[in-house]
């Protein structure tokens, strides 16, 4: 398994990553999908609120927060270097 491989919630912030795959619960997996969160897209952390939850993430050229208990079940590949 490539050892750049983790959970999006694991992803250090300003870590450009891609999307390798949704696992989460379907409603909110469909959710994401209709705003554009599909495997192959560049995902960043680009900030997180004072207790860690949730967590403020660009794609696309817009900004979402997504809770870490959601975050945990999408699969990223950090990319950055």
Known sequence: M???IMSLDRLPIDHKGIIIELNCNPSIK???LDLGLVPGTYITPVFTSPFNEPTAFEFRQTIISIRNED???I???DVSF
Do not use: M
């Open 71 to 73: 975050s945990l079940y």
């Open 30 to 32: 469909r959710r994401l």
């Open 75 to 77: 699969k990223v590949k």
């Open 2 to 4: 490539d050892s750049n």
